[in-house]
């Protein structure tokens, strides 16, 4: 049996190379909310922190209410994955674990809607939200996402490797409910890939940019994206207040991320490892 060979230094060079190409954006983003316009665009552009970070803060909360669209932001996300672990975990307990009719063609039908271009469904959506009266309201953004083919995927995934037909049994034999199974003995179970369902919908949620296009109108009921979109123009963009929303932006995805980022990657690959 061979050894594992520690990695050469021209792997940990290719693989530092790629990690600051991948950090730079970021770090720049940081860099750029703390100075002024007029120094953004310097040939070189600024590579440490300024002081203009209360300067861009104040012309950034005077161009959007800047505060409001990140509730909106956080409240929309928050609904849209709470709905997203509830019937997407439901969805996925009834077809891994249930025997009805036709159970493998529908499940097939869900994982084709993932091949569906989302512009496609633009013209739709916004009809469907005109006709329920529901445009320029945050339900037009969480209700149309709370149950997704991928999310439902991995929900089936994880209960077909984490959850005994036996112990299910037992409990429809102590006269449990099929809720009450559900519930009590299914739920607990799939916790590890309820926490990255969650940590997916979350992100997806709080950078969707499109829906919020389509059936936001009032700039104060912009969800954060659409709000810092909204700060630019064609000749007087305030660069630095821009940039300094974008990483406040940033930062609940950077601290989610840091505090969960294995758990996203095992639970994606757990959910790859049994059809």
């Known amino acids: 049996m061979r050894e594992a060979r520690s990695p050469s230094w021209g792997s940990w060079l290719v693989l530092g190379a790629g990690a600051l190409l991948v950090l730079a954006p970021f770090y720049f983003t940081f860099v750029f909310g703390t100075h002024q316009r007029s120094s953004i665009f310097n040939i070189p552009p600024p590579l440490w922190f ?6 861009n803060l104040d012309l950034l909360l005077g ?11 956080l409240y929309v996300a928050l609904a849209t994955t709470v709905l997203n672990l509830l019937f997407c ?5 009834a077809f891994a674990l249930l025997q009805f009719r036709g159970r493998e063609k529908l499940f097939g039908l869900v994982l084709a809607t993932m091949m569906v271009p989302s512009f496609l ?3 739709p959506s916004f009809m469907v939200m005109q006709w329920l009266g529901w445009l320029d309201q945050p339900r037009a953004l969480y209700i149309p996402a709370a149950c997704g083919a991928l999310g439902v995927f991995l929900m089936r995934q994880a209960a077909l490797q984490s959850v005994p037909r036996e112990l299910l049994s037992a409990a429809r034999m102590d006269g449990a409910s099929e809720w009450r ?3 009590s003995v299914v739920l607990p179970l799939l916790r590890p890939a309820l926490g990255t369902l969650a940590l997916i919908t979350f992100i997806a949620s709080w950078n969707n940019f499109m829906a919020p296009l389509v059936v936001m109108r009032a700039v104060e009921n912009y969800t954060l994206p659409l709000a810092l979109r909204a700060m630019q123009s064609p000749n007087n963009t305030e660069w630095g207040a821009l940039m300094l929303g974008s990483a406040l932006a940033l930062l609940p995805l950077l601290v989610v991320y840091l505090f969960s980022a294995r758990k996203l990657v095992a639970g994606m690959a757990a959910g790859a490892v049994k059809g």
Request: avoid cysteine; glycine fraction near 8%.
């Open 89 to 93: 975990s439901a969805a996925g307990y």
């Open 121 to 123: 469904n633009m013209i």
């Open 50 to 55: 300024g002081d203009a970070a209360a300067q």
């Open 63 to 73: 161009s959007i209410p800047f505060w409001r669209n990140l509730s909106i932001s």
């Open 181 to 183: 199974v559900f519930w």
